[in-house]
């Protein structure tokens, strides 16, 4: 199993990883790892075509974090209820999904689908919330800002 920093250090080497944490105001950790959940699965639907197919990778990515994506989306869902009733959380949740594939469905802003590919093979061996919250800061983050590969 590769360790975090072991991890987040090739992520970095590939020219991954931002220069500092993206994480929008008010964004909560739950509602990060649905958005990087998203982001991967459109990616990976996108890319299906080409060489670069990671649809095994994003499968495998989802098994091996069944248990943090499942409690992000179940925490999401109770603070939509909370701020906006049930069918307003349901609303909210489509929103956010449609939000998200739309936003990816073109494709990652600076990572191609060989890219896209590594990382998810990379983010499926890793394991912990941790892990997945540095990757949703990085692989979410806008685009145009340097890497730390390229930064230094």
């Known amino acids: 199993m590769i360790g975090i920093r072991t991890g987040l250090a090739a992520l970095a080497a590939m020219g991954m990883l931002m220069a500092a944490p993206a994480q929008a105001a008010g964004e909560s950790e ?42 992000a989306a179940q925490q999401l869902r109770k603070t939509l209820v909370a701020a906006n009733g049930a069918a307003g959380a349901s609303r909210a949740l489509d929103r956010l999904s449609t939000g998200m594939a739309n936003q990816y469905g073109q494709g990652h802003p600076r990572l191609g689908c060989a890219e896209l590919k590594q990382a998810t093979r990379l983010l499926a061996q890793m394991k912990g919330r941790e892990v997945l919250l540095s990757a949703a800061d990085e692989l979410l983050g806008p685009a145009g800002r340097p890497s730390l590969a390229l930064s230094r």
């Open 30 to 71: 739950a509602e990060k790892l649905r958005k990087l959940d998203i982001m991967l699965m459109v990616t990976a639907l996108r890319c299906r075509t080409t060489p670069s197919d990671f649809q095994a990778d994003f499968a495998a990515f989802e098994a091996a974090h069944l248990p943090e994506l499942n409690e």
